[in-house]
């Protein structure tokens, strides 16, 4: 089983930068696929943001394209979650996720919470306006 540890999350003013870091204790994390989702109080887990797992190939969810960046980088066993321009609606606890049981040669990114099989306990970010 890989655990993933999510750090960077605070309290932050409206307009401002975070950025999220993700550890993986594993050495084949290279093969992951990874996303980010994020859950706000009585809302259902979303999508954030997703990456292949050569980091070639990302994806974001419409509320978040070209405010946050997803990038990995496979010599740490880590994902970094770039996120600008915050806004009090991007208040959630924000939860690191890995494809491990199945791997795919096509180097693609998956946006679905049931195609990932590990999740970390998440960082809160908060917002504030």
């Known amino acids: 089983q890989v655990q993933l540890v999510e750090s960077g999350g605070r309290l932050v003013q409206a307009g401002g930068s975070l950025r999220l870091s993700c550890a993986a204790s594993?050495?084949?994390?290279?093969?992951?696929?990874m996303g980010w989702f994020r859950q706000a109080p009585g809302k259902e887990r979303e999508f954030v943001a997703a990456i292949s797992w050569s980091g070639l190939n990302t994806y974001y969810s419409d509320s978040v394209k070209g405010r946050f960046t997803l990038s990995k980088e496979n010599a740490k066993n880590t994902v970094y979650l770039q996120m600008n321009r915050l806004k009090p609606e991007d208040t959630a606890v924000y939860h690191c996720?890995?494809?491990?049981?199945?791997?795919?040669?096509?180097?693609?990114?998956?946006?679905?919470?049931?195609?990932?099989?590990?999740w970390g306990q998440g960082t809160q970010v908060t917002v504030s306006s």
């Open positions: 594993t050495r084949t994390f290279r093969n992951y696929a």
């Open positions: 996720t890995a494809r491990t049981a199945y791997f795919s040669p096509t180097d693609r990114y998956y946006t679905n919470v049931d195609e990932y099989d590990q």
